[in-house]
T-cell receptor, first 117, second 112 residues
Framework: GAGVSQSPSNKVTEKGKDVELRCDPI?????LYWYRQSLGQGLEFLIY????????KSGLPSDRFSAERTGGSVSTLTIQRTQQEDSAVYLC???????????????FGEGSRLTVL | SQKIEQNSEALNIQEGKTATLTCNYT??????LQWYRQDPGRGPVFLLL?????KEKRKERLKVTFDTTLKQSLFHITASQPADSATYLC???????????FGKGNQVVVIP
């Protein structure tokens, strides 16, 4: 697609429920990143994919969080047994090069806003 | 610990003036530093990249400097316009790491 697409754009769920957030990166981008942004806070790194593998998942806050990527394209971030502190905007980004370097600028989606009641 | 610091106070500036934002970092040795713009309810958008061996980079009304001795980058918006009102984030990737670390951002409000 033309840009990074994320769904749902908004999700309200009850504490204890599981949620899945989807990211469709720019076609051909091999790197995919998930970040979390809480109100008034900066972007918190969660996980990085290169192709279908995740060399760096050190930012996942707990074992309730998991992510996968299939076909080198779409990624799903799953949060099990949601807690109120999980409420945030979850941002996905893709990149054609090494993050931060030349050609490695991140292209972000518009985010999925998660509210846990 | 590693830190990327940006001013938490919004910068209010008169239209036509130059806005200057600061990004300071600690315990990083980045090869590159990037600046992004974020509007409310939107994802960040890439603006500029500067390499460690570059002192200055320009793009239209934007100028970025990078001082690896001071561990600081300055971001300038010249001839500011109300449409420049947004939050600006600096980001860097340290050697040996594929994640991009972001500062919390600095809000700019351009007053007509």
């Amino acid at each position: 697609g033309a840009g990074v697409s994320q769904s749902p754009s908004n999700k309200v769920t009850e504490k204890g429920k599981d949620v899945e957030l989807r990211c469709d990166p720019i076609s051909g981008h091999t790197a995919l990143y998930w970040y979390r942004q809480s109100l008034g806070q900066g972007l918190e790194f969660l996980i990085y994919f290169q192709g279908n593998s995740a060399p760096d998942k050190s930012g996942l806050p707990s074992d309730r969080f998991s992510a996968e990527r299939t076909g080198g394209s779409v990624s799903t971030l799953t949060i099990q047994r949601t807690q109120q502190e999980d409420s945030a905007v979850y941002l996905c980004a893709s990149s054609s090069g090494l993050a931060g370097g030349v050609g490695g600028e991140l292209f972000f989606g518009e985010g999925s806003r998660l509210t846990v009641l | 610990s590693q830190k990327i610091e940006q001013n938490s106070e919004a910068l209010n500036i008169q239209e036509g003036k130059t806005a200057t934002l600061t990004c300071n970092y600690t315990n990083y040795s980045p090869a590159y530093l990037q600046w992004y713009r974020q509007d409310p309810g939107r994802g960040p958008v890439f603006l500029l990249l500067i390499r460690e061996n570059e002192k200055e980079k320009r793009k239209e009304r934007l100028k970025v400097t990078f001082d690896t001795t001071l561990k600081q980058s300055l971001f300038h918006i010249t001839a500011s316009q109300p449409a420049d009102s947004a939050t600006y984030l600096c980001a860097l990737r340290p050697y040996g790491n594929n994640r991009l670390a972001f500062g919390k951002g600095n809000q700019v409000v351009v007053i007509p």
